[in-house]
């Protein structure tokens, strides 16, 4: 196991492609200046719901409809309180503290015990989904060769693939931009693990010996006395990258997020990559929820 962290690590949901977005579509898709909604799909065995998530000034709302079957709510990570390690640095990320300007949602990290702060902010780029159907997304003979836009079209394949998304539609791509590289989770990210090793151990099985893998440690929080790790897979003709971060806190071992400083810089050309497309606008989802009611 290599014990050298390398930092910063790349956030694995931001790791997509990005093409056709533009900065100046609000007048056009209906974005107000101080609030922001983005609505996703999750399925969970046969459970499917719709997830909105409302940003405003100040606050942070997360309304959550089973579709088909009956949906945990208890899934869902709707706790406005989450911790924040970095080196040398323990602090929380707290929804009452967020700014809305457009598109660009920011949310100062406050470290503990003290006035220092940091921002962390997530733009959301738009890309106009209108007309794309299924056929939008290519899938290549290998994960590295896929190409195009991937949207629920694709995830829930019992949609007929001639369905196209209606005028409106639009998809959100996340751009993050931070003043530090942290590990993030709270409460909802707890694990049954008793100690960093052993959730090492299990993370590092999940693909057998069929998809090469590489773990790193790095020490963080307060004085640097709480650990982190990282275990990456690496892509095979079978998988694309992997990555998954989990920490060790307050004798608790918890599955995290990582955010690295700085901002990210994802690819703008879909013939070089995949567009991950599942964040949506109101139109969007309501055309997605009517189709997944219909076909499941």
């Known amino acids: 196991m290599n014990n050298k962290l390398l930092i910063p690590f790349v956030l694995t949901a931001l790791a997509t492609a990005l093409i056709g977005c533009g900065e100046g579509e609000d007048a056009i898709f209906g974005s107000s200046n101080n609030e922001l909604e983005i609505n996703s799909f999750e399925r969970v065995n046969n459970n499917i719901a719709r997830i909105e998530t409302e940003y405003s000034d100040g606050e942070r709302d997360i309304d959550v409809t089973s579709i088909i079957g009956s949906f945990d709510l208890a899934s869902i990570n709707n706790l406005s309180v989450s911790t924040v390690l970095a080196n040398n640095f323990e602090g929380t990320l707290e929804d009452r503290y967020i700014e809305v300007n457009n598109r660009t949602v920011t949310r100062p990290i406050y470290a503990k015990n003290s006035n220092e702060r940091f921002d962390y902010q997530v733009t959301y780029r ?171």
């Open 126 to 296: 738009t890309l106009d989904l209108s007309n794309k159907d299924a056929s939008s997304y290519q899938k290549g003979n290998r994960p590295i060769d896929d190409r195009g836009i991937k949207t629920d079209l694709n995830n829930y394949s019992n949609i007929p693939s001639n369905i196209s998304f209606p005028s409106g539609s639009v998809c959100y791509v996340p751009v993050t931009d931070s003043d530090l590289s942290f590990f993030v989770f709270n409460d909802k990210n707890k694990t049954g693990y008793s100690t960093l090793n052993d959730w090492i151990e299990a993370n590092e099985k999940r693909f057998g010996s069929n998809q090469s893998s590489r773990t790193d440690i790095v020490n963080i929080g307060v004085n640097n006395n709480d650990r982190a790790a990282q275990v990456k897979f690496f892509t095979t003709n079978q998988r694309i990258e992997y990555n998954y971060y989990g920490t060790e806190f307050e004798r608790n071992i918890f599955d995290a997020d990582f955010v690295a400083k700085d901002k990210t810089s994802p690819n703008e050309d879909s013939f070089r990559g995949v567009i991950d497309c599942t964040l949506v606008n109101d139109t969007a989802a309501d055309f997605l929820e009517r189709e997944i009611r219909t076909a499941y």
